[in-house]
């Protein structure tokens, strides 16, 4: 069965520090997509940054960046200069096209980040 | 301009009543869903529809309906109300139909059942 794991229920951060926040993903298939969504203590789902199986490059968003290594199954989230406003829970999410597509979700990890 | 809306943000009502949840996007999107967050913070995927058309249809109660009237709205009526329904449910909308598309979401709508 297709799978997402998040590693990190919870995390503190001092604010201007980088953070990682793991996932790792379980699939057979050659061709999928990753994606991760921030949802803060408001609770609506903001998406953060995509990273396609087959994309060469790690994807780019401003701070966000996602470390894509293929070969061991993770799709980590890096989180540059953290600011206090990243305080959240953190999605990530594996889209296959055997699945119509549909968004498996990973439990997310709370990030909180201290002054 | 609100890209996805629901409707009630908060809806609190007695176990047994039929209630319904409306959401719309106003992005041209030919793809929507239906989540329900439970109080663990897991999201579950109940429905998809392209185009109308249901494509996703995990194991929900038969008490969960969607409707999509056209291809900009998706509403879910729930009905005889159970205490295990309380959740916080999400309409989603994806673009260019099937495909690895982000997800756009509404501001959720918070179920509680009493």
């Known amino acids: 069965a297709q799978k997402i794991t998040q590693t990190q229920p919870g995390m503190f951060v001092q604010e201007k520090e980088a953070v990682t926040l793991d996932c790792t993903y379980d699939?057979?298939?050659?061709?999928?997509?990753l994606f991760w969504y921030k949802q803060p203590s408001s609770g609506e789902m903001i998406f953060l940054i995509y990273?396609?199986?087959?994309d060469e490059q790690n994807a780019t968003e401003g701070r966000y960046s996602l470390n894509f290594q293929k070969a061991r199954k993770s799709a980590n989230l890096v989180i540059s200069a953290s600011q206090l406003g990243d305080s959240a829970m953190y999605f990530c999410?594996?889209?296959?096209?055997?699945?119509?597509?549909?968004?498996?979700w990973g439990a997310g990890t709370k990030l909180i980040i201290k002054p | 301009d609100t890209a996805v809306s629901q409707t009630p943000k908060y809806l609190v009502t007695q176990m047994g009543n039929d209630k319904s949840i409306k959401c719309e996007q106003n992005?041209?999107?030919?793809?929507m869903y239906w989540y329900k967050q439970d109080s663990k913070k897991f999201l579950k995927i109940m429905f998809s529809?392209?185009?109308?058309?249901?494509?996703i249809n995990e194991t929900v109660p038969n008490r969960f309906s969607p409707k999509s009237p056209d291809k900009a709205h998706l509403n879910l009526h729930i009905n005889s109300l159970e205490l295990g329904d309380s959740a916080v449910y999400f309409c989603?909308?994806?673009?260019?139909?099937?495909?690895?598309?982000?997800?756009?979401f509404g501001p959720g709508t918070r179920l509680t059942v009493l």
């Open positions: 989603a909308s994806s673009p260019r139909g099937l495909g690895y598309n982000e997800q756009f």
């Open positions: 992005l041209g999107h030919d793809t």
């Open positions: 529809y392209n185009n109308k058309e249901l494509i």
């Open positions: 699939t057979s298939d050659q061709s999928y997509g």
């Open positions: 990273q396609g199986s087959y």
């Open positions: 999410a594996m889209s296959r096209e055997d699945s119509n597509y549909q968004l498996i």
